[in-house]
């Protein structure tokens, strides 16, 4: 039946929330990937493949080969990426359930994601894809592989 997915019992302002998030995610992995394909040509077709989590170490050890100090900022923003991983699968894998007030929620391990704390993560997860886009079209776009 159309519609079905209106009878999801969650407010407007929730759903947006963690949909911008994922899409937010969506375009912080795929600067990763394009980063990793940069580094070695020819890998976004197995790289797309992968998980998040995949795609996180495929960007580690491209970047780990090019042996910049850690406090450059490819590297940087590559164990950033890591970190932001897990926060999107804290989202993405959550439990739904229904807090204190009734609402409904996600919830990861006993505690559940707020508005505020979704935005945050979209907010990470923005910030990092500019770091990482930043250096694709900054940094690797001068890098010879």
């Not at 100090?69 to 959550?94: F, M, Q, S, W």
Request: aromatic share 8%; hydrophobic share 40%; proline share 5%.
């Amino acid at each position: 039946m159309n519609n079905d997915r209106l009878r999801v019992p969650v407010d407007d302002e929730y759903s947006k929330a963690i949909g911008l998030a994922m899409f937010a995610f969506a375009r912080l992995e795929w600067n990763a990937v394009w980063c990793i394909e940069k580094l070695a040509p020819g890998s976004i077709g197995p790289v797309s493949e992968r998980t998040a989590g995949g795609v996180g170490k495929a960007l580690a050890q491209q970047v780990a080969a090019l042996g910049l100090p850690v406090d450059h900022p490819l590297p940087k923003a590559t164990v950033e990426y890591e970190r932001l991983v897990k926060v999107r699968n804290g989202i993405c894998h959550a439990k739904p359930g229904t807090d204190a007030l009734g609402e409904q929620r996600l919830f990861r391990e006993g505690v559940f994601w707020t508005i505020e704390t979704i935005n945050d993560a979209a907010d990470d997860f923005t910030a990092c894809e500019i770091k990482l886009n930043d250096l694709l079209y900054g940094f690797l776009r001068h890098t010879k592989t």
